[in-house]
């Protein structure tokens, strides 16, 4: 029978088989040959993490083409998120700050007037009594422990706060309170591959969550769930998705550290955690079913190619199979074990998986041990085998059958190929028969008589068919006699190689026929294979043998290897060229991979081989025995993608490339058209078969990003290009500085590319934003305060080389009209006080502080800046600002009607009508020039040291809170009398109560010491004491009222002490009353 031999990976599979069965004893004579001189290939035992290999079968991993990624920035840990305060009450100034699971509330001591300093903090629903704080410069702190309760989502929390003593509010405030502390003992992958990672310490998470990851170059955000714990010692833990971003990371074989994502809906998260995902993959799991192999282990990614090497075990052999693959699915790679080596039936087979990054972990398998009973027919030629036909896939078998060769059906009748096993000095030895013609369907095997007779029993068969299906079967028994053959010696060389010569011998047997025959021995991948030819005469000429051959000779053969292009001209490169076994035992044999500088000669075993250049689809067959050899090597074909390198998902579309090499610069792509990039974002290029990829420089343009140049790599980011641009806030025309200013892409280059921006301008109302990204903008300020203001938008396009400026100019909108007939009325009740036959100096010296005050009230509408600048709301003030002129107005009437006062006044009507107007210090937050017998330096330094400041300064906003655009400021009083007004509203601590204590006092001291130069001091004495009544009733709700109150009562003080620096009032005091 004639047939050209493809791959047989059921021959090495039915070594293995047979080298597990059995020994049994052969009757009369036998062929054997002893392997007990043989020595083995060369190889390291597999380690619990990895396998090594001999020298014969080691497998080269290609080293894909690694493209250069573009920089990633690292990855940081956001600062801790704030609550916001919505509502603050009884001048509470009430903030608060989060420290981990910790929620940090700060109270002002005044909010508690005294009492107890208790308050009552409620969280979501979750309340929390009588918390006791810490106190330091006149602000309570308060800790609440965020893990005494238990919670659901925070990310939108409610935070209440109340008085302990009474139940008073204090403020409230929102905020995203979520926070979680992960350690990387205990990290572990699921068994569907995905990254668990336990909990330390966490608060108010559920559902998913992104969190973000970076492992060496590069970074992700990728979602995780949390697992809460069923119990006992077993902490919380959060598992990420196994998401495509997931798979890059492991994939770069780094460490992973685990940080907070820079996103609106991610959670705090405390010190970044390094996870090692090699450290906790360990091995892979292996499995065989149905016919398939199945490697699993988190490490493999998804699209990635792996090398899989199965290593079995024939008696002392160890055969090798390797598969080169691509993962399908992230975590598994998969793959047909039909007609592969795995090892003897029964035994365990060790798979090893490796990566670019090495070897991954190894994992053993059980091999199947199906073997069918046989048996020999009493001619001794033929041999029944059960179940034959089904084991071979031939349908239609009842197996077991004892009718003669060639009675089966033509469908069923082939021939074969038959390992058949003897023992011999007890090791058991390989012999194959050619061509036994077979019934399968009969499960019948005839054997040629000439020197093949089978008799006795004790022998294992493993029968191959041309289609390469297998199947093992044995014929029991006990061996009881010595075949008396010579056995084999030599040693291996090379690992491939001559094992040694085999005499004559002969076969006993019942005709006494004497058989010559040459035995030569391959060891290929570590398994033997011995090949038995016959004759019928001496001198060999007969059977299949081949004529004259002595028995022996080298196994390794040299071939002259020429690399050439597609013309056949010579290629002067260095490639790495594949021989890939192509003969019979091509599963049992590991490709070689040589290296050839343009031309060379490579020592191979004696082998049909397929020969190509590595990753090339075409090749070229090398039969056995061939001496030379040419190469084609194709062109280098490789895609090039061109991406933004702020978004490696922004393909960029139309862009220019130049390849240029050491000879030639190459414009066009594989098809002859121009070198650009398509609507992918990607072009073919290809190299002429002698370019070496290390000497090729790639340059790449395009007009909305910045040149690059690079070398050879199939992905390149550009940075697109930028512009300069200058934002100026205003309001009402004047610089408005330190206002949040929001940069918007509108344009799609912009907004692909991640332009936009969010800043503040400066103190003189300015900010300028390089490197924006070219393209079209909206620009707005937002004027954060409770004052109300008007901004327009505006459009602007972003240009590189030429720098742009926008102004945004806010409106003020606030309007006197509700106001106007309260305003109205307090002025009526004013000029109500001088209303008498009696003199009403005095009176209307009083009421033009009042008056003054409600004159501010006209400049609000145009002061937006100066409410801007402070965060004051001016209704707020407007309202209070009326209450406090109500209120001294009817003081005032209450002093100035008393019966002592009506009296001085009536007896001082022949005096000249007056009408002085106040005109002395607005300061209130700081002593001024008061007149005589004020301004004491001791008074002053006690006043400083009350309210913690140094006597030039105002507040902690009031030395740098008039910028200096505003020309003339401080030159007439009304200016100075609405700037204090406001500056004390604004203050953080205006410390007002010690202001007014002082005051008190020293206008007491004032009029003491003034009391005996006139007549009487009645209209000062009882102005001053209404004023002191006032202010003792703590008068105000809200902070603005009070401060507003103190504000005007302070100016009434400052006119009372005034009144003696006007001769014409004093004149009113020393008149005698009768």
Known sequence: MTRTRTRIDAVAFTLLLVAALSAAPVAGAALGVDAGDRVPTSRTAAGSTGSSVGTADAVAIDAADVSEPAAIEPVGVPEPAAVEANNTYRGSNLSFALDGTTLEVSVSADAFEGNDTSVTVTVADAEYENVEGEEENGTYTYD????????????????????????????????????????????????????????????????????S??????????????????????????????????????????????????????????????????????????????????????????????????????????PTTTRRLTAETGGEVRFSAENLVLGAPGSNATVTIEGNGGTIGSDTVSVDDRVLDASVDANTSTVTVDGLGDALGVSGTDGGSNESAGNGSDASSQAVDVYVSWEHNGSREFVLVEDVPADVENGTLAFPEAGYELTGSGHDLLIVTEENATAAA?????????????????????????????????????????????????????IGVFKLTGSSDSNGSGGRGRAGSAGGGNSMMRVSVDLVDANGDPVDTTRTVVFEPSGRMANAMNPQKKQIAGSGEVQIPAQQYYVSVDGSDTGTTLPRGQESIRIQVPPQQGTITVHSARDEDQRIVDAEIRCRTPEDVITTDVNGDELRTDRDGTTTLELPPSVDADSVTLEVEHDRYESAETGLQRSIGLEPKTGTLTVETSIDG??????????????????????????????????????????????????????????????????????????????????????????????????????????????????????????????????????????????????????AVADAIEYTRDAMTTKQNVDLFGACSSLRNERIRW????????????????????????????????????????????????????????????????????????????????????????????????????????????????????????????????????????????????????????????
């Open 144 to 211: 609440v422990d965020l893990t005494d309760r238990s919670f659901g989502d925070l990310s939108d929390a409610t935070v209440t706060v109340e008085r302990g003593a009474d139940g008073e509010p204090l403020g409230d405030g929102e905020g995203d309170l979520r926070y979680v502390a992960l350690t990387s003992d205990g990290a572990q992958f699921d068994d569907q591959h995905r990254l668990v990672v336990p909990i330390e310490e966490s608060v108010g998470l559920e559902g998913d969550l992104p969190f």
């Open 213 to 318: 990851l970076e492992a060496g170059d590069q970074s992700a955000d990728v979602n995780a769930t949390l697992i809460e714990s069923e119990g006992g010692d077993e902490p919380d833990r959060l598992r990420f998705d196994r998401s495509s971003d997931f798979e890059t990371l492991i994939g770069t074989g780094e460490d992973v550290e685990i940080g907070a994502a820079d996103a609106a809906d991610a959670p705090r998260v405390g010190s970044p955690v390094t996870v090692s995902p090699s450290g906790i993959a360990g091995d892979p799991r292996v499995s065989l079913a149905s016919g398939e192999i199945t490697v699993l282990h988190p490490l493999i990614v998804s699209g990635n190619e792996y090398v899989v090497t199965i290593e079995g075990t024939i008696g002392d052999r160890s």
């Open 919 to 1074: 005109e002395g210090d607005p300061s209130v937050l700081e002593d001024g020039d008061r007149g005589a017998g004020d301004g004491s330096e001791d008074r002053r330094g006690r006043a400083d040291r009350r309210s913690g400041r140094g006597s030039g300064r105002r507040s902690e906003r009031g030395s740098d809170r008039r910028p200096s655009g505003r020309a003339g400021r401080g030159d007439d009083q009304r200016t100075e009398m609405l700037e204090e007004l406001i500056a004390v509203v604004a203050a953080e601590r205006a410390d007002h109560r010690g202001r007014t204590a002082d005051r008190l006092e020293e206008t007491e001291a004032f009029l003491s010491e003034r009391r005996g130069e006139v007549s009487t001091v009645s209209p000062v004495r009882e102005q001053y004491d209404r004023i002191k009544d006032h202010l003792s009733s703590n008068p105000g709700e809200t902070r603005t009222e009070k401060r507003v109150q103190f504000v005007v009562a302070t100016w009434m003080l400052d006119a009372v002490r005034r009144v003696f620096d006007h001769p014409a009032l004093v004149d009113r005091l020393e008149e005698t009353v009768f």
């Open 734 to 883: 004047r610089a408005a500085g330190n206002v949040p200013v929001s940069v918007r892409p509108t344009g799609e280059f912009p907004r692909a590319n991640d332009g936009g921006t969010e800043t503040r301008s400066d103190e003189d109302g300015e900010v300028t934003i390089d490197d924006l990204v070219i393209g079209e903008y909206r620009v707005t300020a937002s004027f954060t305060s409770d004052a109300i203001v008007d901004v327009d938008e505006k459009s602007v396009e972003v240009v590189p080389d030429e720098p742009r400026r926008v102004s945004i100019d806010g409106s003020f909108d606030f309007d006197l009209a509700p106001y106007r007939s309260r305003i109205d009325e307090l002025n009526e009740e004013i000029a109500d006080l001088t209303r008498s036959n009696r003199d009403g100096a005095i009176q209307y010296y009083y009421g033009s502080v009042l008056t003054a005050t409600l004159d501010l009230l006209s400049e609000f509408p145009d002061q937006g800046l100066l409410f801007v600048e402070h965060g004051v709301d001016p209704d707020e003030v407007t309202e209070a600002v009326l209450s």
């Open 474 to 526: 044995s014929i029991g028994g006990s061996v009881s006699a010595d075949t008396g053959v010579e056995p084999v010696t030599g040693v291996v060389g090379g690992g491939v190689g001559l094992i040694g010569t085999a005499t004559s011998f002969f076969l006993g047997s019942t005709l006494g026929q004497i058989i010559i025959g040459f035995l030569v021995v391959v060891v290929i991948g570590g």
